[in-house]
């Protein structure tokens, strides 16, 4: 009696692994702009593997089916010269917890390819991006329907931060120089 009991109460303590479901996605070129490369997390029901991929490991189960419905969604824009797997650690653990995860390399302002990155046009193009992820991964994504529109967060690092101001209605200046004639305090 004493086995079964301490069997049932070890199996109840142990707690089930559960993965981060990896998926990879292209945005097809359209007027917004260059086709755009992504990766998805999502809520999996398996245990997790490692995934190699490239220079990391990530931990999740890749092309895992998605577990659960009317999902929140967090988008994940990177920093200057960043790739979209620079925060993997917070999209596997806010995917493990029952969210879907998107990220994409800017093009242009990612670690594989810099010509723009210096470009003024990425300040403009980083927010458009994303907004084209987001109508991907609400219409077109083989998730979509689990994924519930009215709740979408944003996670942004350096430029991404940028992105997400100006997503939520930031209206950016470009800063005066300094200038011995010119006041420092900004026009009325």
Known sequence: MKTSILAVLLC???AIAHAAGIKFAQIPADAGGPA???IVWTPCAEPAQEV???PYVLKGRRDCPTAGEKL???VISHGYGGPYLGHRD???TLAEAGFVVAAINHPGDTFSDMTRADDMSVFVERPTDIKRLIDYILSTAPD???IDPQRIGFFGFSRGGYTGLVLAGGNPRALRRRHP???SA???
């Open 12 to 14: 109840r303590s142990t």
């Open 36 to 38: 755009l490369k992504a």
């Open 52 to 54: 190699p991929i490239g």
């Open 72 to 74: 929140p969604l967090v």
């Open 90 to 92: 917070l999209a596997e």
């Open 144 to 146: 979509a329907a689990r």
């Open 181 to 183: 004639n010119v006041s």
């Open 186 to 188: 900004p026009p009325n």
